[in-house]
């Protein structure tokens, strides 16, 4: 199966109520830990990278990798740009192969983010693959885009309700409440904002900043119209901790596949636990 845009899978996911992972793949043993999961519970999934995992495993192999994903698995992957910043750096992904992108204009005023975010809209339409736009902002650190918690703000559900209906995104990143990477203690979730927002458009929207999230939440997210949630840290801190445990025990250690083997499965298990509360097993 080749690559498919987020359209294949997420209209269901809106209409049926779940949410489909968006897991971020940083080098291979990533993108092997989430197919393999995938597979094990028949379930589609997102491949997201962001401009500095790009950067770090350049764009040939991302595709590559993803492609090869989806030729293994025959699960409906889509392969998506995260957070990304421009209009061009969209254009180069969709030209390599990416099925799927997000324009995050959120730091512009309102009219400027409508403004850019139709352009991409418009371009990648036409090539069959979808777009995420993003209103308000998320806080935390992801790569090199770190916003402080103080000065992330809440969308406003007019302003989204606006924003979809000007742009035509296939998904909206709200700031809701949670935050890129762990929390130091729980995330104060709006569900009322994500409720207002997705009774209003046909569209999911997207919840950042998944790990940490305690599992009700989760859930309650999902109800409220979440349809696609992104994950990234815990998967890191999964990978770190096992290479840590193996290199802690063992200082003969020197073949990387005997602490990246058990890196692998330590992600395995991260998103299949966040592929069954989020209900998208089986739904392949
Ligand atoms: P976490 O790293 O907090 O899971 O957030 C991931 C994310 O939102 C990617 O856009």
Redesign the pocket.
Known sequence: MALVSMNEFLPKAKANKFAVG?F?MNNLEFAQAIMDAAIAENSPFIY?VSEGALKYMGIENTVALAEAAAKKSGLPIALHL??GSSFEVAMKCIRAGFSSVMFDGSHYSLEENIKLTKEVVKVAKEMGVSVEGELGTIG?V?DDISVDEADAHLAKPEEAIRFYEETGVDCLAIAVGT???MYAGEPNIHFDIIEAVTSKIPVPVVL?????VPDEMIKKAIAAGAGKI?????NQVACTNAIREVLSSNDKVYDPRKYLGPAKEAMVEVVREKIKLFGSNNQA
């Open positions: 968006q971020n997201g995260d957070h935390g992801e935050a890129h990477g950042h900043g998944g790990s940490g992104n994950v990234n840290t815990e």
